[in-house]
């Protein structure tokens, strides 16, 4: 099993980016997909999640408006367009997906907002 995330970088407040998660080795369309964060000395929290077919989201309230959490089965990836980004977005980005029995989490993408 394999979760690759990827878009993460440096950006100027204000600007956007666009992170990318491909799995592998699991039944991808079963699965809730979730973007996580973790800043240095914070806890992980969850930033976005979005069920099996897509249908349903959640986000959370420090991102909403700012943030739109998609996937497409077909090609096994889960996307967190962000929009508008602070300061305090500057974490370690991490996808997850989870089921009712497992769940997996993949290796993360620093994301830096800074002038």
């Known amino acids: 099993v394999q979760l690759v995330e990827s878009g993460g970088g440096l950006v100027q407040p204000g600007g956007s980016l666009r992170l990318s998660c491909v799995g592998a080795?699991?039944?991808?369309?079963?699965?809730?997909m979730s973007w996580h964060r973790q800043a240095p000395g914070k806890e992980r929290e969850l930033v976005a999640s979005?069920?099996?077919?897509?249908?349903?989201?959640t986000y959370a309230d420090s991102v909403r408006g700012r943030f739109t959490i998609s996937r497409n089965n077909g090609g096994n990836a889960v996307y967190l367009q962000m929009n508008s980004l602070k300061p305090e977005d500057t974490a370690l980005y991490y996808c997850?997906?989870?089921?009712?029995?497992?769940?997996?989490w993949g290796q993360g993408t620093q994301v830096t907002v800074s002038s």
């Open positions: 997850k997906a989870i089921s009712d029995t497992t769940h997996y």
């Open positions: 979005i069920s099996g077919a897509g249908t349903s989201t």
């Open positions: 080795g699991f039944a991808f369309s079963r699965y809730g």
